[in-house]
């Protein structure tokens, strides 16, 4: 862990030691894998499967609010819960579908198809086909190539986006209606064309919770990492560290 993790971590216990409380809305959890840590990852990407599945009983519990798809979700200010995962790794079909289902939560993958084709440790094809049989599974989009969707221009951007959309509704043969966007990276130009191509929720990595009025393709999210103690994963859904966004700047101002 960084030393920024840990002044994070200290900026997010004042707020809760103030008691700061975050208004109702829905609070979107963004992961990326299950499992062991991934060489070389700086940024605990990878979060053990123990400390999910305690996260997962605390969000099944009922505190945070009612446990949603992303594209399921009222926005109308009722506390809610979505379970996202990105870039769509293998061991979201082995590690954690079981514990979701084992806990009647749904589930969010969000995937690229350009990963997929590379292989491991992402999903072979059909493993995405197993994962998306799945009840409570819902399949979305990562972009094309995983490229940041918000320096291309239009042309390029329609590519990624429509193209994303298409190759996992042949795959899956279904409607793809949900994404997130590559390295949290949008605009309300890169909204406007996901709009455009078909998308009615895309979340980027801007922390907070999505109160009513929220552009749903820039949909607000708070990562969890292997870092992540049991209170501080508390404290993400609970809005202890939705100061985050103050040093990430907002999509939809740009
Ligand atoms: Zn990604």
């Given at each position: ?31 990326h894998c ?12 990878a ?7 305690r ?38 079909l082995?590690?954690?579908a079981p ?11 969000c ?6 084709d ?8 059909d ?26 221009d239009d042309?390029?951007?329609a590519?990624?986006?429509s ?39 895309a979340?980027c ?9 929220r ?18 994963f ?5 809005g ?12 939809a101002?740009?």
């Open positions: 862990m960084s030393w920024k993790h840990s002044a994070w971590r200290t900026l997010a216990r004042t707020r809760e030691a103030l008691g700061v409380r975050a208004r109702p809305g829905l609070r979107v959890l963004g992961y299950v499992g062991a840590p991934l060489p070389g990852d700086p940024y605990g990407l979060v053990a499967p123990a400390a999910f599945e996260q997962m009983e605390l969000v099944a519990y009922g505190q945070f609010g009612r446990a949603v798809p992303l594209g399921g979700a009222r926005l109308d200010g009722g506390a809610e819960i979505a379970v996202t995962f990105d870039d769509g790794y293998q061991d979201v082995r590690t954690a514990t979701l289902v084992r806990l009647g939560l749904p589930f969010t993958v995937v690229t198809p350009g990963l997929l590379a292989g491991r440790p992402h999903l072979a094809w493993e995405l086909s197993e994962l998306g049989r799945i009840n409570g599974c819902e399949i979305g989009a990562h972009g094309l190539t995983h490229a940041r969707l918000d320096r291309l042309a390029a951007l590519v990624e986006l193209g994303s959309r298409q190759r996992l509704e042949d795959a899956l043969g279904r409607a793809v209606r949900v994404m997130t966007w590559p390295h949290g990276a949008a605009s309300r130009r890169a909204a406007a064309a996901a709009k455009a191509a078909g998308f009615a929720r979340a990595s801007l922390y907070g919770v999505n109160a009513p009025g552009d749903p393709l820039l949909l607000q999210r708070v990562e969890i990492t292997g870092f992540d103690g049991e209170r501080d508390v404290g993400k859904c609970s202890a560290w939705d100061w985050f966004a103050l040093r990430q700047g907002d999509p101002s740009r």
